[in-house]
């Protein structure tokens, strides 16, 4: 697919970006937007912006990272069923959609849910940031799927930079495997409705 592109060296990116987001939405119910990308593509700062944009727009909007719903570093494969059976599927319903977060400390799901915000809920925009977001098990439920796109050596660097870099690094070869088998098999740049380009600044 040659979908659109918009960068975010242009003044008022995020406003392009939130124009994209369909207006409106299922009875009852938001708007889901996918934020895909590799890692230290600037996924979480772009759907950050993105849900600032909408707010400004009068539309409320709410952002459930993908990290959330990883069991574990070694557990990109099962997000994408979570994200579907908790969220996706009870939003295509018109049922409320929770979710179980994934406590990084403990090691495991907190036992109590998470509820999608109630004017979110009721019909604004739920962004879902993060590698796994765009899978094939939830495509069909998304009203659009964004890819962020960075030069290798810019994510490196921002990867280096993340405060939680020491606690990363052990893992970082082993995430990076489970990307390159989760976009293999999963392709989302190939069915991106729209790309952001986030070069360096």
Request: glycine share 12%.
């Given at each position: 697919?040659n979908?659109?592109r ?20 299922p009875p ?7 934020v895909e ?39 990109l ?7 579907r ?11 409320l959609?929770?979710?179980r ?14 509820p ?7 019909g ?16 069909g ?23 939680d ?18 976009y293999?098999e999963?392709?989302?740049?190939e069915h991106a ?9």
């Amino acid at each position: 697919m040659n979908a659109p592109r918009i960068s975010t060296a242009a003044d008022g990116w995020e406003e392009a970006l939130a124009e994209a987001v369909p207006s409106g939405g299922p009875p009852g119910g938001p708007r889901v937007v996918a934020v895909e990308g590799r890692s230290g593509s600037g996924k979480s700062t772009v759907a950050a912006r993105l849900r600032a944009a909408l707010a400004r727009r009068g539309r409320p909007a709410a952002v459930l990272s993908m990290e959330d719903l990883y069991p574990g570093w070694e557990g990109l494969a099962e997000a994408p069923a979570l994200l579907r059976e908790w969220v996706l599927e009870p939003l295509s319903r018109g049922e409320l959609a929770a979710w179980r977060r994934y406590d990084w400390e403990r090691g495991g799901f907190a036992r109590g849910w998470t509820p999608l915000p109630g004017d979110v809920a009721a019909g604004g925009v739920l962004v879902v940031e993060g590698t796994g977001s765009g899978a094939v098990a939830g495509r069909g439920l998304l009203d659009l799927l964004v890819w962020v796109a960075a030069p290798g050596d810019e994510r490196a660097r921002r990867l280096d930079a993340r405060g939680d870099a020491p606690v990363y690094a052990p893992y970082r070869r082993v995430w990076a495997e489970q990307e390159e088998s989760f976009y293999a098999e999963n392709r989302p740049r190939e069915h991106a409705d729209l790309v952001v380009d986030n070069p360096a600044r």
